[in-house]
């Protein structure tokens, strides 16, 4: 950010959003994360192996490479935010009339004419199910699904928004996520679904939450 600008005053306004903006996000999608881990076992104890074989049961060597290399945490966090984006739509006003290459026409795959001053707005929560390339088991959480090469969703998985617009604490929630993650996994050999309601009922709000809040144990041994 201080490679962008020089102004100091714009700097002190900007720094205090990426760290709000990082925060409460960053800990639903943890508890998000802790959800689906807690309903799959396997997922879970695949998770831990990663990080002990890589790290051990130390955390000094938790840096911000390190936590990049550990590519199915990697894949978890990314799942995790396709199933559950904490913002779940993201709007646009066009400044000009233009034309969309798809979205018109009885199959949504024609052209579309947009009016200047017109809002569009992009609900993250079905892009990230319904598009093609995680189709046809886009609602289960499957983080293996990120290994495949052929996958590159591009705009359809956009948890942090897209281009210039893109969230300016995307890197730092990534790696609060990682780390907080990768240490539990460190510490604890089992994560167990504690809530009596399985299926998860998301609560609408910013950011997006579960209504139930998630119900889990940590066990050692």
Known sequence: MAMQTNNRNELRSQIPHVFLAGHESSAITIGNSLFQLSRNPSVWEKLRQEVLEAHGTSISSFTHDNLRKLKYLQNIIKETLR???VANIASRKAYKDGVLPRGGGPDGKS????????????????????????????DKFIPSRWE???????????????GIRTCPAQNLAEI??????????????YLECRDETKERVEELRVPTGSRNGVKVALVAE
């Open 83 to 85: 199933l559950h984006p």
């Open 111 to 138: 052209p579309i004419f947009v009016r200047k001053g017109t809002v569009i707005v992009t609900p993250l929560y079905s892009l990230h199910r319904l598009a093609d390339c995680f189709q046809p088991d886009g």
């Open 148 to 162: 495949d090469p052929s996958l590159r969703p591009g705009a359809a998985y956009i948890p942090f928004g897209w």
């Open 176 to 189: 609060e996520i990682a780390y907080t993650l990768a240490h539990m996994a460190q510490k604890w050999k």
